[in-house]
Nanobody
């Protein structure tokens, strides 16, 4: 059974950092395109970052070098390191493997 379980969200002050984790089961993260999306109320879910099987990564323009996506093949986990957070980064962050979604983790950045 495929599962994606996000964790690591929380409340942080502007300028702070968080590391989100996406623990995968039922498939191998290194064989899939792993992505992080985010969504705020009333808006569509938007891509934040993506890592390919090759290890290549892509980021949304709004990341501007502040976030880093990575994966640990041994732990079968994908990560999103977020630095220099701003209030506009507040959202529910979701992990995706191209087919399945996790339940999301809330990130709130206070000004």
């Amino acid at each position: 059974q495929v599962q994606l379980v996000e964790s690591g969200g929380g409340l942080v002050q502007s300028g702070g950092s968080l590391r989100l984790s996406c623990q995968a089961s039922g498939f191998t993260v290194s064989s899939y395109i792993m992505s992080w999306y985010r969504q705020t109320p009333g808006k569509e879910r938007e891509l934040v970052a993506r890592i390919y099987s090759s290890g290549n990564t892509v980021y949304a323009d709004f990341v501007e070098g502040r976030f880093t996506i990575s994966r640990d093949n041994v732990k079968n986990t994908a990560y999103l390191q977020m630095n220099s957070l701003i209030p506009e980064d507040s959202a529910v962050y979701y992990c995706n493997n191209g087919l399945n979604w996790g339940q999301g983790t809330q990130v709130t950045v206070s000004s």
